[in-house]
């Protein structure tokens, strides 16, 4: 059997394999757009679940808008199509003829949406006005990679519209800590929120909130955003409504998303040098059983042993599938499910049906058990919640060890690279010092609130803030 | 309040209105593109569900391909191109670059998914490879119409893989058999399944069994299709296997899809003067409970009274909202909610309370109940059941007097506009008689098995098998 790169000298080699090893993802004949495998979009669905019923519970509705926009649309917003211009990818032909005007296949859809509400808001009686769409976006990258950044991808984009700044600012917050749970109660990936540096900040945006990981060689992920984009796109679609004093206002906007590039996050943060680990509460498969036959004994009353465990643990809610492909040895199966991540594996031999017992083994190295039948549902449910605190704690202490403190560029630029690790600092709130990471192929991933240090990084001047630099993907 | 034009004299016109007022979908700046509103979306979000877990139940792996297809895969079936080639949408610029070979969007994606399955097919081990993808795809289309035919839809298409004939053509059959369920049980729809004629057929198919419906008007809605690909694509796309006899074989291919097109189906078939009749199975709301406020009574006690209900009928899984817009009427709610669609109706006033009773109206004229709070639960789950049989039996028996049976098209051409009817007869097989429909505007919507009449419709010849003729959508 094939292995991995060395996950420790090589993680960028280990992640490009592994994510096609255990068949998340193949390579398409698109330039940087991925062919996401059934394992891969399982994973998908799961957090599109969790998220949907969120973002459902949190007062918004789902519709649809469309994929392809208006070249004239995107220009709107000065900074906007600035910042979107040179990934777009553009419909110049349809139906056999050239289009009077060009249509861009969305990089994001505030422009359409936009306008969409400029015809629904009429009256503060209209608002809030709270909108998601799950949605494919296309944005032309030049350099790809499954996952983190690819040409198209798949995401929700929530769009909001509220009477007052304070309000669109709430919906901001909310929705930044709902990405949070799911990060850290699903994903099991620690998280860091802050706010991105005008330089950082989407294109059009009044600010930007941020959830960030950091993973295993110290690069930050972004993982989502959440924009407060306050009125200068309501003023853009001339989107106005009588308010409360019967005066016309302008609505405060705002927007987030978060893709599929937390699947990205989530095979960094857990996984090791046999392949995924994936936490129990996201992944599509948490128990896969694993009948051992033996010849010279009756394969039947194991194979019904592990069916009726099975049923027994999908009663209880539990992901469940049993592996009984003939012609393959139990090394190789339990080689197959390692590196597909599955948190949990029960073998059952003929051994173990005379002892009424299973073997229990966690992939995260908790150590082989044996359990009565009787109580093996219990087990297996505790189980899978101990794996999922453990995981989750793993990262946490991980990311906790790789986070410095400095106040001097100069100390710990070069060491970004090297170490594995990223540092909190403060900052003047400059550009000038801002553009001196680039040496360091560093960046602000984040303004923290607070302040450690009294002198900016660079300039020495007095500083405003907190930020978090890194690397980053 | 405004009035839609009469469901009967203007059945087009009625349409067009009642989609917009019932708000499932809005215009779009994008010539033929649908914005679809929340609640329209909420009835694709309950078609999806429905169908996506039939489609788990019988086999199938949902996985995700690329929006963005070389132009040159589309000319590898040289069918297939000649069929889609003048409905493509073409990206010629990405990246503000002019790209070397450009990317059409996605019409269909039988030549990128079968480019994948030629790299993962290697055995007869690796067969049935059986996937389906949720997706929008492109086509420009000249005349377009809200859900009946628009330039982007959703849909979701199955693509499956099988090492005989047979085998495949069981799935063809299969998924038919699927979609028939999803039509009839839960959007009461009812549908003729048959054969497309060879003009019909999907571009490159061997076989296209199709499910038509006949909305009030006689004509027919092509509601999904379920295709025997067979070894076609298999060979254009060297899509090879090693079988059980150890030699090169080619597989035998399906493909099958449905779309946002259902939606349409369900509006027309069921809708009535005063807007949609939605049925319970897909309804994304079930119920509305309107408490009604009298001056000089304690509204609290309503509201508390409402909020009760609402929480007993959802722990019995019904869908419900309650309507306690303040400054509204009780007619202008009512009115509201039958243009929705919404199965149920219940009214609290401050005499229902008094008496322990709540009025129950339904949607499709069964009448006004008063019914004791204590009972409500139980009778509301049976009401909707009830409303879900009359609502199916309705369609049904309306579709049975519109199919009428004619040997003679020079009888029955005429008829097809006039009367809102459809007919069956017998057809000998060629292409000529096929076209003769045209001077009708009428087409052959399906291939049935057996032969009602010795003799062809137009040539007077042998006829080999039956068929529906109807004007279509």
Redesign the interface.
Known sequence: MKKLPDIKQDFSGWYNEVIYDAELV?Q???KG??????YG??I??RIVSVLDERIKATGH??????????ES?LKREAQHVAGF????????????KELEE??V?RPTSET?IH??FS??IRSWRDLPLK?NQWA?V?R???RTRPFLRT??F?WQEGHTAHETRDEADQEVQTMLQEYVKLAQNYLAVPVITGTKTDHEKFPGAEKTMTFEAFMPDGKALQMGTSHLLSQSFAHAFEMKFQDRQEQQSYPYLTSWGTTTRLIGALVMTHGDQKGLVLPPNIAPIQVVIIPIFKSGTDSSVIIAAAHSLQKNLQKEGVRVCIDDEEGKTPGSKFFKWELKGVPVRIELGPKDIENNQAVVVDRIGLGKRFIPLSDIVAEVATLLNTIQTIMFKNAQERTHQMRHKSDNLVEFGSLLEELGVFYQTSWCGNAECETELKNYKASIRCILEGRTFETCFHCKQASKSDVLVARSY
Do not use: K, Q
């Open positions: 193949d398409s004949p698109v757009c991925m062919v996401i495998r059934p979009y399982a998908w669905e509705s789902n519709a649809s808008f469309p994929l392809l926009i208006p649309f211009a040179p990934e777009l990818a553009v419909v110049t032909h349809a139906g056999g060009p249509l296949i359409i306008h969409m015809r629904w909108i494919n296309v032309w990258e030049m040409t198209e798949f």
